[in-house]
């Protein structure tokens, strides 16, 4: 379901909040993310709808694209499967989730690192 704008309701990360109150004011820039599991959802949700912009404010600068190409993959759903460290005390961690999409599925195990109280994605090892 969309709002206005063309803005889901529900956000897309699949924490069953509000875009508005979840994803949406990361992707605004009105706050950072506090945890890795927060950036890497905010980060899924920003590939679903195109926040390009969000994308590279959140992509560490040692290994961030020119480019980034969003808009070829319709994601389905995101699913958690593990996170160790990344939370609000530590300067490093890993996601590791599952991204559906209608041609099957990406398994990843990202990596992040906190700089000057931001969390940034840093790189990931795609399974399969």
């Known amino acids: 379901m969309t709002g206005p704008l063309g803005r889901p309701t529900t956000c897309p990360c ?3 909040e509000s875009y508005d109150s979840c994803c949406g004011p990361l992707h605004r820039g009105a706050r950072q993310a506090e945890t890795a599991v927060e950036l890497m959802r905010s980060r899924y949700s920003a590939f679903v709808l195109g926040e390009v912009d969000h994308l ?3 992509w560490h600068p ?3 694209p020119e480019d980034v ?3 070829a993959v319709t ?3 995101l699913e958690i499967v593990e ?3 990344g939370g609000v005390d530590d300067d490093a961690g890993e996601v590791e989730f599952l991204a559906h999409h209608r041609a099957g599925v990406l398994h990843e ?5 906190r700089r000057a109280g931001r969390w ?3 790189d990931g090892d795609i399974d399969g």
Do not use: D, E, I, L
């Open 109 to 113: 195990r990202s990596r992040f690192s």
């Open 75 to 77: 994601w389905s759903r």
């Open 83 to 85: 996170q160790v460290g």
């Open 62 to 64: 040692r290994t961030r």
């Open 120 to 122: 940034f994605y840093v």
């Open 14 to 16: 699949g924490s069953a």
């Open 69 to 71: 190409a969003v808009g």
């Open 56 to 58: 590279f404010r959140t």
